[in-house]
């Protein structure tokens, strides 16, 4: 991006003045001074290094990376509890299915979450597939007061 291309010309140019403005940063931040000037100064000789600490990486592509993880994770994560109702003959018989099938899917999120942050797993699955239930009603109570305050479905 333009930003960073001007700070690399401005290391390639001037470099010192590059160095004093990471310095400055460093002091400002709280580092005292002679440990900020041997740091800049180290740094300097890094151009590479420099750049990034003073001008990080806009990160364009984890961000999109991301945002299709996340997307296929919402996707995925729709699919276990709606399956049931394109099986099952009844929207009644369905359901214990889905409400199973959820908090298989959310006691597996959990556990994966834990294991990864090393959070203590039964207390991560139990705050998942509490929270998750719990948003489940609030969701089937709002669309239930929604469904009488404007009289669908009857």
């Known amino acids: ?22 310095q400055g940063e460093l002091m400002a931040s709280g580092i005292p001074a002679p440990l900020a000037e041997e740091t800049a100064r ?11 600490l003073i001008l990080p990486d806009s990160g364009g592509d984890n ?17 276990f509890p709606v399956l049931p109702y394109f099986l099952a003959p009844t ?17 597996v999120v959990a556990s994966l ?6 959070i203590p797993l039964k207390e991560k699955v139990l705050e998942m597939v509490v929270l998750g239930f719990a948003a489940a009603g609030l969701s ?10 404007f009289g669908l479905g009857e």
């Open 1 to 22: 991006d333009g930003a960073r291309e001007r700070m690399e010309a401005l290391l390639a140019i001037d470099p010192q003045r590059a160095i004093r403005t990471y």
């Open 42 to 52: 180290t740094l300097g000789k890094n151009q590479r290094a420099l750049t990034n």
């Open 63 to 79: 961000e999109l990376r991301s945002a299709l993880f996340t997307g296929g994770a919402y996707i995925i994560g729709v699919i």
């Open 91 to 107: 929207a009644l018989m369905a359901l214990p299915f889905s409400i199973l099938l959820a908090g298989l899917s959310l006691t």
């Open 113 to 118: 979450v834990a294991m990864l942050s090393g």
């Open 140 to 149: 089937y109570g709002f669309g239930s007061l929604m469904r009488s305050v």
